[in-house]
């Protein structure tokens, strides 16, 4: 037997419909798996093995060769930068990064932004020809118009649920976002018969059918 596909996982969200659509392209995972709390597991009747990771790490791990692919939004890619190949949108876990403010928000002199992606909010208010103050939060951006620390922030929005809830708006869309499938470098030439045939399963089944 040839040796195990590594395969870097986000664990949430992501991953309930990634592993649903390898699923869905016949390959056996099983259902003990999704529950499981252990950070490596082999999945020997797929012969792969899952690196479960957070979202934001998962390029890393691919870049760095410890996972051969992985799983990750394009949020993710464009923030990190990683050197990686991006092989397919797998149309799953679809949201938009946007920039939202309060309903009476107007431009003043000393603009904030807060976010998760310092590096994609930066290069798209450089693109608008904005000067801006980005600051990085981890959690509860939401939070940082309600209480002054910024003007806007910038961040995924799925259904707009929250913001809506805390009485923000979407003031511009940046991008749409979906899951992509990655690859290392080295291991795509090394085991390209294993991850271009997970590529020709998974294309009959995913949503929105775009090869990169």
């Known amino acids: ?13 992501i991953y309930k419909k990634a592993s649903q659509l390898f699923r869905e392209a016949g390959i056996v995972i099983p259902d003990d798996v999704d529950d499981s709390r252990r950070l490596v597991i082999p999945i020997p009747e797929a012969n792969m093995e899952f690196i479960m990771a957070k979202p934001v790490d998962v390029p890393t791990y691919v870049e760095y060769g410890v996972a051969d692919i ?10 990190e930068n990683r050197d990686v190949y991006e092989l397919l949108d797998l149309g799953i876990a679809r949201c938009r990064m946007s920039v939202i403010a309060l309903p009476d928000w107007q431009p003043g002199i000393h603009l904030r932004v807060a976010t998760k992606y310092p590096n994609v909010a930066t290069r798209y208010f450089r ?5 801006v103050e980005v600051i990085k939060l981890n959690g509860s951006i939401e939070l940082a118009p309600l209480i002054g620390l910024a003007d806007r922030i910038v961040d995924m929005v799925e259904t707009g649920q929250t913001l809506k809830e805390n009485g923000l708006v979407e003031r511009e869309s940046i ?3 979906t ?7 080295v291991s795509y030439r090394m085991k390209n018969t294993a991850i271009q045939e997970l590529c020709d399963r998974l294309e009959t089944v995913m949503p929105g059918t775009a090869k990169v």
Do not use: C
């Open 127 to 131: 693109e608008q020809g904005e000067q």
């Open 175 to 177: 991008f749409g976002i």
């Open 1 to 13: 037997m040839t040796e195990a596909l590594k395969v870097a996982m986000p664990k949430g969200r």
């Open 70 to 79: 992985g799983i990750v939004g394009k949020d993710v890619l464009l923030e």
């Open 179 to 185: 899951s992509r499938l990655i690859a290392n470098r």
